[in-house]
């Protein structure tokens, strides 16, 4: 069935330090979007690309869509302590109107 | 201006007794998903809603498990004679549509189910 992964699972970085998730779909995806969970929190979207290869930035973070629109990768630059949770992301396979799909998620820890 | 809501914010039950978790999506959004969130793990995907159209049940775990959304509203997962593995936070979300640029899905805070 169609999927979407995510790597990595976990990340420790020292405050300061950039960090980087990637997103893999094993079919083309219509969209992307980017969501956070805080600990304890609820998922909160951040963002969504919709064009082959599109960026799109968000002060410290960089979204980007791949090509062949099947991946896709959030860039936090110099991580802060408030960047702490779980990041997902999910995506419509093709042009149907299914369900969007949920990567399982990468969970940052900053260390201060 | 109100968001996605859910009730009981927490629930205890003992095993064997059926319980009811309610979402109130936001207005006008015809599709609404329900998730299952155990401690530090992703979202498990249970049922999806959209418009008119026969909901997507396949991320039910059991027979145990149905959804209800009544007039492309209110939404209610029950959960029959539950299980100490049932325990979890079971989590609303709603979108716009199911399309393109419609697909944001905004979050209700969640039922934390405890099954003793």
């Known amino acids: 069935g169609q999927q979407v992964m995510q790597i990595p699972q976990y990340q420790h970085v020292q405050e300061g330090e950039d960090f980087t998730t990637y997103c893999n779909s094993s079919?083309?995806?219509?969209?992307i979007q980017w969501y956070k969970q805080r600990p304890g929190g609820h998922p909160v979207f951040l963002i969504q690309?919709?064009?082959?290869?599109e960026v799109k930035k968000q002060k410290r973070l960089t979204f980007q869509f791949g090509e062949a629109k099947k991946n896709s990768s959030l860039h936090i630059t110099a991580t802060q302590t408030t960047d702490v949770g779980t990041y997902f992301c999910?995506?419509?396979?093709?042009?149907?109107?299914?369900?969007?799909?949920f990567g399982p998620g990468t969970s940052l820890s900053v260390i201060p | 201006g109100a968001g996605v809501s859910q009730s009981p914010s927490n629930k205890v039950t003992e095993k064997g007794k059926d319980v009811e978790l309610r979402c109130d999506p936001i207005?006008?959004?015809?599709?609404l998903y329900w998730y299952r969130q155990s401690l530090g793990q992703g979202l498990e995907f249970l049922i999806y809603?959209?418009?008119?159209?026969?909901?997507?049940k396949s991320g039910l775990p059991s027979d145990r498990f149905s959804a209800e959304r009544t007039g492309g509203s209110v939404s209610t997962l029950t959960i029959q004679r539950t299980q100490q593995e049932d325990s979890a936070v079971y989590l609303c979300?709603?979108?716009?549509?199911?399309?393109?640029?419609?697909?944001?899905?905004?979050f209700g805070p969640g039922t934390r189910l405890t099954v003793l």
């Open positions: 979300a709603s979108s716009l549509a199911a399309g393109l640029h419609t697909d944001t899905q905004y």
């Open positions: 079919t083309t995806l219509s969209n």
């Open positions: 690309l919709v064009k082959s290869g």
């Open positions: 999910a995506g419509r396979p093709g042009t149907s109107y299914d369900k969007v799909i």
């Open positions: 207005s006008g959004h015809t599709a």
């Open positions: 809603f959209q418009g008119n159209s026969a909901p997507d």
